[in-house]
């Protein structure tokens, strides 16, 4: 079946630092793929996605691209803020399903 | 605010009670999700409605567990009997149907059961 599988955390970096989490999938079909977002005491904020293989999402400086040929969809930030400090979940769906498979997400904390 | 609302944001029940958590989505969605989330853990999905019909339902949805949609608006979970397991975050999300991958999540109800 479908699934997501991400790195584990928790990450912990210096402001400014650069991010990597990465993110793998099984899918049958042509999934889209999204990171989201959990702030603390919040729900889940879509924070980019992609809809097709070599496809760049990219938000605030966020970017992830839908590596088909190694199932990846790694987020990637160049120099990270305290106020990135949150929850990040990778996730896919496709047209086979109506349920979003989500990672079991990736807790970062950025220090200053 | 025209995102998702969830009410109550909290609720503590003891074990053997029935609760009843509500959803409103975007107005214009007329897809509504509910998942749970377990602490240290990524949402799971529980059932799906496009407007009023509910047409998907996951394992994890035991028969003490029902939703509704009457109106193809708001949607409702209840949980009957409620057990310590029950205890987690209740999400509801919703998406407009021609990019229904991209869902929409409110703020979430959790729930603790002593």
């Known amino acids: 079946g479908n699934s997501v599988t991400q790195m584990e955390g928790p990450v912990t970096l210096s402001e400014e630092a650069f991010l990597t989490i990465n993110c793998t999938y099984t899918a049958t079909g042509y999934p889209s793929l999204f990171w989201y977002v959990q702030y603390p005491g919040e729900g889940l904020q879509l924070l980019l996605k992609a809809t097709k293989a070599d496809d760049k999402g990219s938000n605030k400086g966020f970017e992830a691209t839908y590596r088909k040929e190694t199932t990846s969809f790694h987020l990637e930030k160049g120099s990270v803020q305290v106020s990135d400090s949150a929850v990040y979940f990778c996730a896919l769906g496709t047209a086979n399903n109506n349920d979003m498979r989500f990672g079991a997400g990736t807790r970062l904390t950025v220090k200053p | 605010d025209t995102g998702v609302s969830q009410d109550p944001r909290h609720k503590i029940t003891k074990r053997g009670q029935n609760v009843t958590f509500r959803c409103d989505p975007i107005?214009?969605?007329?897809?509504l999700y509910w998942y749970r989330q377990t602490l240290g853990q990524g949402p799971e999905f529980l059932t799906y409605?496009?407007?009023?019909?509910?047409?998907?339902k996951s394992r994890l949805l035991s028969d003490r567990f029902s939703a509704e949609r009457p109106k193809g608006s708001f949607s409702t979970l209840e949980i009957q009997r409620t057990e310590q397991g029950d205890s987690a975050m209740y999400l509801c999300?919703?998406?407009?149907?021609?990019?229904?991958?991209?869902?929409?999540f409110g703020p979430g109800t959790r729930l603790t059961v002593t």
């Open positions: 107005s214009e969605h007329n897809r």
């Open positions: 409605f496009q407007n009023e019909a509910q047409l998907e």
């Open positions: 999300a919703s998406s407009f149907r021609k990019s229904s991958y991209e869902q929409y």
